[in-house]
């Protein structure tokens, strides 16, 4: 079975600093790696997705993750943090492969922007 | 592009009482998941549709728990004989065929057991 996990509840990065949210996962064979953020009041919305390729990714507003085979790692990363990046991010795994599966989620990280 | 909706937001109900619960997804978009949410985690995957079709069901999904797509646009997720552990927000989500993985979500519905 595969699983997710984000060891930081809670991440705090001043304005204008890089900013990493960690995962790691446990799956079999190749995954298929997302990350997804929850703003306050509103659904769910895709940021990025590894699938094969490059291991650096990169997504919506700015941010890009980095998939990690031997650490079996995909944090999340932007260069600046923005106010406006406060929000609760999740990351996913999926096997990926014989068709879609399901998309496991790890319990996520909520990242506060200090101004 | 009017994303996913849902109906209703919320929902309090006594236990024992049934629900039901409706996704309209992205016009466009073929597949339709259900996923449950408690507080501190993360979405649990339910179910999903591809079209009319339901492929695949969780465990997590009971006896009491059924999900319909009978044209393949909107799905309707009962619940009967409601328990208190099944308060949580339930949310649907949508996407095409060829991007499985891109999955947009609806707002979601606060079902409280009392």
């Known amino acids: 079975a595969q699983s997710v996990a984000q060891p930081e509840d809670q991440v705090n990065v001043a304005e204008g600093n890089p900013l990493t949210v960690k995962c790691t996962y446990s799956?079999?064979?190749?995954?298929?790696l997302f990350w997804y953020v929850q703003y306050p009041n509103r659904g769910l919305q895709f940021l990025l997705k590894y699938i094969t390729g490059d291991n650096l990714v990169k997504g919506s507003y700015g941010f890009e993750a980095e998939f990690n085979k031997s650490q079996t790692s995909f944090h999340l990363k932007k260069p600046s943090a923005l106010v406006s990046d406060s929000a609760l991010y999740f990351c996913?795994?999926?096997?990926?492969?014989?068709?879609?599966?399901?998309?496991?989620f790890g319990t996520g990280t909520k990242l506060q922007v200090i101004p | 592009d009017t994303g996913v909706s849902q109906d209703p937001r919320h929902k309090i109900t006594k236990r024992g009482q049934n629900v039901t619960f409706r996704c309209d997804p992205i016009?466009?978009?073929?597949?339709l998941y259900w996923y449950r949410q408690t507080l501190g985690q993360g979405p649990e995957f339910l179910t999903y549709f591809q079209n009319e079709a339901q492929l695949e069901k969780s465990r997590l999904l009971s006896d009491r728990f059924s999900a319909e797509r009978p044209k393949g646009s909107f799905s309707t997720l009962e619940i009967q004989r409601t328990e208190q552990g099944d308060s949580a927000m339930y949310l649907c989500?949508?996407?095409?065929?060829?991007?499985?993985?891109?999955?947009?979500f609806g707002p979601g519905t606060r079902l409280t057991v009392t």
């Open positions: 989500a949508s996407s095409r065929d060829g991007a499985p993985y891109e999955q947009y």
């Open positions: 799956v079999s064979g190749n995954p298929y």
């Open positions: 016009s466009e978009h073929n597949r």
């Open positions: 996913a795994v999926s096997p990926g492969s014989g068709g879609y599966q399901k998309v496991t």
